[in-house]
């Protein structure tokens, strides 16, 4: 079994604060991790990669820096790590993005499972998987909480708001993971003295990948954004103390004032 | 001059920190409360390789740098010191004098025991007359055919009651002193080996620290650390060298915490209408406490990266520890006066961090131990 994983480096959103007046993110200074879904991702596939023998190849699009996520999936024990990295990609939305990763995917070549995180934290798109099986013209499963590989078929239980489905899909397919499909792992020292000392993190350019330089980049992403805005925040609370029954009776008054419940 | 860890040494604090704060932090002050010694803890960090990053791979650990070394026990000391002196006692005092000083077959039989978590192991050096008097060991070991008996006992010995296999420092040879000491390496199922008092104690509630007995206790004579008798007081200081740099890392572990907890007390907590953070005294005692662990930490990764570039580090090692305690039990203090009558209580988590500091000015050679060891590296030893 081959599995591709796609993995992006994330803010750290926990310590994300916005710009009042840009109304962007303050990035400087801001810790970066492996998007958390994209974690599970990797560890269920470094799983299915125990079971059924084979490889897993990280892979993922980003700034220089992004190598180290790429070290932190071999640590975890990926056998190979790429990065696409090109100042042609930088600016990409989601569909540029699921272009780029899936030109290097063909390059890759030679797959049966490609995995990825439901969404990242900072973006929560929830569409560059699903937009990267469409560019590979291949089945997708997503918001997978359980995978289950039999014969040349995966069983997936697909996460629904009031219960899961249970679907089967043929191979080669994408599916995009919950956190709930495994707990969390930590690198051992082996693993990370492994990837810092004997394993490579391949960079691979636009050209490399010989991607079609009309499709990604800012300036051939269909997405606009037109405005970021932090929300206003909702008004004060208002606290009624006093016997319940009492109490009760201004909470009527109060709400038929704002004329949010009618009198019969 | 360079100041920065590599992206090795990164990749292992990152990965350590998220390790220690969501798998042991959330167990830190239930383990200090109910006594509870963190064998789930340690069995977690054998699972990742830890417990044997004092030991090369070729017997089953997972040898890292001495710098990576002093960064992981900060790391733990930061969220549990009960765990972190539990994992140190093992990783430093009873593995790091396997790998440095045992023969092949001794390594080949303990080592990889050790770093997989399977053993637990301890050091066992301070008798009821003989603490800092390292010479004065009462404890004997006599040759009888393929076998030593050895006689005696042992006080406030970590993981005690715990260990597997414990390293103990006997007197092989009364009349030789110093030269007459050695180690030996015992399993803790070898009959006429005995766990006395459990000590009840200020701080480090959750580790275990116990008097073992010995009485006629026969350990075969391939236990014998390094396999020459009379070694064993070098041994010792060598073992007791490279443990002081944990110790420090111990005391900055501490002291970060308590002062991570302060910086997040005074921006919530008001008095006259302003936050605690808008006083100056209060700033005054923040910028103190930073700088001095900082202090103390640069210490602790100097000395680190001198042992680890083979370089003469007695010297910078006792400055580490010495400063890295004392800096613990400053910063501590503080932090409870910051956090007044709260920090007084058991509701936050700094008045643990105190009681847990203090032993860092005991254990393993005192302040008082350590200023000696300073004074005769730059004096001479015949001053």
């Not at chain 1, 916005?18 to 962007?24: A, E, H, L, Y």
């Not at chain 2, 000083?101 to 080592?111: N, V």
């Not at chain 2, 050096?125 to 006992?153: C, F, H, K, V």
């Not at chain 2, 009681?355 to 350590?370: N, V």
Request: charged residues 30%.
């Amino acid at each position: 079994m081959r599995i591709i994983v796609c993995i992006k480096q994330v803010p750290d959103t926990n310590e994300v604060k916005i710009d009042p007046k840009k109304g962007t993110l303050i990035r400087e200074g801001i810790p970066t991790i492996m998007n958390p879904e994209d974690k599970h991702a990797l560890l269920e596939a470094i799983e299915i990669k125990n079971k059924t023998k084979g490889k897993v190849i990280a892979l993922s699009m980003g700034p220089p820096q992004a190598e180290e996520v790429l070290r932190e999936a071999l640590a975890l024990g990926a056998d190979e790590a790429i990065l696409l990295c090109d100042r042609a990609f930088a600016g990409s939305d989601t569909w540029a993005t699921a272009n780029a990763l899936g030109t290097a995917i063909e390059k890759i070549g030679n797959y049966d499972l490609l995995l990825f995180g439901r969404q990242a934290i900072d973006g929560d798109t929830a569409q560059v998987g699903p937009q990267t099986a469409e560019f590979l013209s291949i089945p997708q499963i997503t918001y997978a909480r359980k995978i289950e590989i039999k014969d040349n078929s995966v069983i997936v239980e697909r996460q629904m708001e009031d219960g899961y489905e249970i679907i089967r899909g043929n191979l080669p397919c994408l599916i995009t993971c919950t956190s709930d499909i495994n707990e969390i792992e930590y690198p051992t020292l082996r693993g990370i003295k492994q990837a810092y000392r004997n394993k490579k993190v391949k960079v691979w350019s636009a050209d490399d990948i010989k991607a079609n330089k009309s499709k990604i980049g800012l300036l051939n992403s269909p997405t606009r954004v037109k405005r970021i805005f932090t929300p206003q925040p909702r008004g004060q609370g208002q606290l009624l103390r006093g016997p319940t029954k009492e109490v009760v009776k201004k909470i009527v008054n109060l709400l038929k004032e704002k004329e949010l419940i009618r009198a019969f | 001059m360079n100041f920065d860890f590599t992206p090795e040494q990164l990749a292992i604090k990152k990965m350590i920190r998220e390790f220690a704060e969501s798998e042991i932090k959330p167990y830190a002050e239930e383990i200090d409360k109910e006594k509870k010694f963190p064998e789930k803890q340690l069995k977690k960090l054998a699972k990742l390789g830890i417990m044997g990053m004092t030991i090369p791979e070729e017997y089953g650990g997972s040898q890292i740098d001495c710098v990576s070394q002093t960064i992981i026990m900060e790391e733990l000391s930061r969220v549990c010191n009960s765990t972190a002196v539990s994992f140190g006692a093992h990783t430093s005092l009873a593995c790091n004098p396997i790998t440095n000083y045992g023969t092949k077959e001794q390594k080949e039989k303990y080592l990889p025991l050790l770093a997989s978590g399977k053993y637990l192991g301890a050091f066992s050096l301070t008798e009821p007359s003989a603490g800092s008097d390292a010479a004065n060991i009462q404890t004997t070991a006599i040759r009888d055919g393929d076998e030593y008996i050895i006689n005696g006992s042992k006080i406030f010995i970590t993981n005690g009651a715990k260990a597997d296999l414990v390293n103990v420092v006997a007197m092989t040879d009364k009349a030789k002193k110093h030269n007459g000491i050695s180690i030996f390496i015992v399993e803790t199922k070898t009959p006429g080996f005995e766990v006395g008092k459990i000590e009840d104690k200020l701080g480090l509630c959750g580790s275990c620290t116990a008097e073992l007995v010995f009485k006629d206790m026969r350990v075969p004579k391939e236990n014998l650390l390094g396999g020459i008798e009379g070694q064993g007081f070098k041994q010792t200081m060598w073992t007791l060298d490279s443990g002081r740099i944990g110790i420090g890392a111990q005391g900055v572990g501490i002291a970060q915490a308590a002062f991570d907890e302060s910086l997040k007390y005074v921006k919530e907590r008001e008095q006259f209408g302003r936050k605690l953070f808008k006083f100056q005294a209060i700033q005054f005692m923040l910028s103190d406490m930073a700088m001095k662990i900082d202090a103390a930490r640069l210490l602790c990764l100097r000395a680190a990266d001198m042992k680890e570039k083979g370089k003469r580090y007695v010297k910078e090692a006792a400055m580490a520890k010495l400063f890295g305690s004392e800096v613990a039990m400053e910063v501590t203090r503080k932090a409870i006066q910051i956090h007044g009558g709260y920090g007084f209580t058991k509701d936050y988590p700094v008045e643990r961090f105190y009681r847990d500091a203090k032993i860092t000015e005991i254990y393993e050679g005192t302040s008082e131990i350590q200023r000696l060891v300073i004074a005769a590296e730059l004096l001479g030893r015949g001053f």
